[in-house]
């Protein structure tokens, strides 16, 4: 509501406070089968990197992984405790390393829906 009464026009923000500018700069390097590992390079964080390259292998799918390490980066997609997964631009996995079954499930199904949110190729 602006002031005496009037209201601001425009679309309210969205339910998870991010706003349209944040949203735009987390997605902004989003490409097929993009895969970041977030984490302070410690050796959970490299113990996750290692597991999501062995289940990649496995799925057969070729995905360039990269280990971001920057906390304004990693803020950037609301994690807190690290290290996390995102595929895609989203966040599958925080706080812990998976196992290499839940792990290869997770990757199968976050690389399902982009793919689905990508579109037919044209």
């Known amino acids: 509501m602006g002031l005496f009464g009037k209201k601001k026009k425009g679309t309210p923000p969205p339910c998870c406070g991010r706003t349209p500018e944040t949203a735009v700069r987390v997605g902004a390097d989003k490409t097929a089968a ?17 597991a999501v390259r062995a289940a990649l292998a496995e799925l057969g799918v070729d995905a360039a992984i990269e280990h971001v390490t920057d906390f304004m ?6 994690v ?25 499930e997770m990757l199968r199904e976050a690389l399902e829906k982009e793919t689905l949110e990508q579109g037919p190729a044209v």
Do not use: D, N
């Open 73 to 78: 980066q990693i803020a950037a997609y609301g």
């Open 80 to 104: 807190m405790t690290t290290p996390a997964l995102v595929v895609g631009g989203r966040v599958v996995s925080c706080g812990r390393v998976p196992g290499q079954a839940e792990l290869r």
């Open 34 to 50: 993009s895969v970041k590992v977030l984490g302070s390079g410690c050796a959970r964080c490299s113990a996750l990197e290692a």
